[in-house]
């Protein structure tokens, strides 16, 4: 299924979340609220699975993953729509937004992920994201010093 390589990590997912959320950029035409929520649910699941697989995850690690995707999903969307209520168009605005929930997310992962699974998670491609993200913060701090 073309979607499940598309949420290969959650980065992706979030990112997906992210085009259709930004202000006259890739609206899907026509879904109702039920198909979104249905969309965002079958991306949670599909997640769940891929780190299930990956790391081995027990069944409290993949309830406690799919909380913490759940509500950081929810968390995204309520940002987001509350930037596009107010008008907002700058996507550097929701890109630090959508950092906000990736943070939150790896910190929760973190939190239940044993050592070797973390380690697995970040080899997975979260490192190269937390270190993009971290990037971003050090670029936009620099802006806002100067």
């Known amino acids: 299924m073309?979607?499940?390589?598309?949420?290969?990590n959650?980065?992706?997912?979030?990112?997906?979340m992210l085009a259709f959320a930004l202000p006259g950029k890739a609206q899907q035409?026509?879904?109702?609220?039920?198909?979104?929520?249905?969309?965002?649910y079958e991306a949670i699941d599909k997640e769940v699975e891929r780190l299930t697989t990956l790391l081995k995850l027990d069944e409290a690690q993949q309830f406690y993953v799919t909380m913490t995707l759940t509500d950081c999903f929810l968390g995204l969307q309520a940002d987001?729509?509350?930037l596009k209520k107010s008008g907002v168009q700058n996507v550097d605005l929701y890109i630090v937004i959508q950092d906000k929930w990736m943070d939150k997310q790896d910190n929760d992962f973190k939190s239940y992920f044993t050592p070797e699974?973390?380690?697995?998670y970040l080899k997975s491609g979260a490192e190269k994201a937390m270190k993009a993200r971290e990037k971003r913060r050090e670029k936009a701090e620099g802006i806002t010093e100067n």
Do not use: G, H, V
Request: hydrophobic residues 40%.
């Open 117 to 120: 699974q973390w380690k697995r």
């Open 2 to 8: 073309k979607f499940y390589k598309l949420m290969k």
């Open 10 to 16: 959650s980065l992706a997912a979030i990112l997906l």
């Open 80 to 82: 987001f729509e509350e």
């Open 29 to 40: 035409p026509n879904l109702t609220p039920e198909q979104k929520e249905k969309q965002m």
